[in-house]
């Protein structure tokens, strides 16, 4: 994702299974959550695990409603779940 996003910002994250070492699980790929705050710019751990270097990427707490995530949730519909996401993952919903 090239542009900047900021809290508040509802966000897909990208419905990919590539191979390899990727720090984005499964059960968020496709889901749209809200952007709830920015970390900042870090190497990308998935060229890190393969001993590689490339642009930084920024990461990003993202909130996602547990009902979103799991259609069988028994616990309140305001229950919610933060996960940590870098950029490349998501796009503007």
Same mark, same amino acid.
């Given at each position: 994702?090239s542009?900047? @996003?900021? +809290?508040?910002d509802?966000?897909? *994250?990208?419905e990919?299974?590539p191979?390899?070492?990727?720090? #984005?699980? $499964? /059960? *968020?790929?496709?889901?749209?959550? $809200? $952007? #709830?705050?920015? /970390?900042g710019? /870090?190497?990308?751990p998935?060229? @890190? !695990?393969? !001993?590689?270097?490339g =642009? ?5 707490? *993202?909130r996602?409603?547990? #009902?979103? @995530?799991?259609?069988?949730? !028994?616990? +309140? =519909? ?6 940590? @996401?870098y950029?490349?993952?998501?796009e503007? !919903?």
């Amino acid at each position: 994702m090239s542009e900047d @996003l900021k +809290s508040g910002d509802r966000v897909r *994250v990208r419905e990919d299974y590539p191979i390899g070492h990727f720090r #984005t699980p $499964v /059960f *968020v790929r496709g889901k749209t959550g $809200v $952007v #709830t705050r920015k /970390f900042g710019t /870090f190497d990308n751990p998935e060229l @890190l !695990a393969y !001993a590689k270097k490339g =642009p930084k990427k920024t990461l990003y707490e *993202v909130r996602f409603k547990q #009902t979103d @995530l799991w259609p069988d949730y !028994a616990g +309140s =519909p305001y229950d919610t779940l933060d996960i940590d @996401l870098y950029e490349h993952w998501l796009e503007k !919903a």
